[in-house]
């Protein structure tokens, strides 16, 4: 039972223009939303997150939108950049566990920015 | 200097070995956790240990045994290897635990098993 899906496997998209990347999750106690970058032979590296109490956050190119009711959450980076290419995993974490935080990931969407 | 580093970074070995993978991480962290990426590519927790305490231990065959001598070291170890144990695994530090803290990754163990 996958609690956090990327239905997309990979997109594609060309430099300079937005890239969007879905993720959708099940469990309603997840409050706390991550994203992660992963170039190959590399461990995934923290992108950007949100807490279940907001519905957007900036960070520069990247933004992270999340949609309560419809369990969704999306990222955006624009303009997208040659460098933007790697996979991205979306996580999701609930509280109440002390001393350590459970991530759930989901499978990645490999994405390629086409000069 | 790495922050989370791993060894060995490929390790190749035979049905029924016994294996350890080595984790180090020179952040000061207290948390450090242990993945499993398997072909479907699903990054999956298996272990998680807050200053040399078990807090996470998912639902891993027993032949799965980590070891904390140390809050900077976290180890693997894996006995009898099966054919599905063949995956990448990834060690991660984070500073204190709570769900806000980021978890830092290392480079990765890609495991193959014949």
């Known amino acids: 039972d996958q609690q956090v899906k990327q239905n997309s496997p990979s997109l594609s998209v060309q430099e300079g223009r937005i890239s969007i990347l879905n993720c959708d999750y099940t469990n309603s106690m997840f409050d706390y939303f991550l994203w992660y970058k992963k170039y190959p032979a590399e461990g995934p590296t923290f992108l950007i997150s949100i807490s279940s109490i907001k519905d957007k956050n900036e960070d520069g190119r990247f933004t992270v939108f999340l949609n309560k009711s419809a369990k969704h959450l999306s990222l955006h980076i624009v303009p997208s950049q040659p460098g933007d290419s790697a996979v991205y995993f979306c996580a999701a974490s609930a509280t109440g566990l002390q001393g350590a935080q459970k991530l759930v990931f989901g499978q990645g969407t490999r994405l390629t920015i086409n000069p | ?62 032949r799965f045994s980590p070891k904390s001598p140390d809050k900077a070291h976290l180890n693997l170890h894996i006995n009898s290897l099966e054919l599905g144990d063949s995956a990448v695994y990834f060690c991660a530090s984070s500073k204190g635990g709570t769900r806000t803290d980021t978890q830092y990754f290392g480079p990765g163990t890609r495991l193959t098993v014949l």
């Not at chain 2, 000061?28 to 499993?36: A, L, N, P, S």
């Not at chain 2, 398997?38 to 990054?43: A, E, M, Q, R």
């Not at chain 2, 298996?46 to 027993?62: C, R």
């Open chain 2, 1 to 62: 200097d790495t922050a989370v580093s791993q060894t060995p970074k490929y390790l190749v070995t035979q049905m029924g070995n016994d294996k350890s993978i080595k984790c180090e991480q020179n952040l000061g962290h207290d948390t450090m956790y242990w993945y499993k990426q398997d072909s479907k590519k699903f990054l999956k927790i298996m272990f998680s240990y807050n200053n040399k305490e078990l807090i996470i231990n998912e639902t891993v065959p027993n």
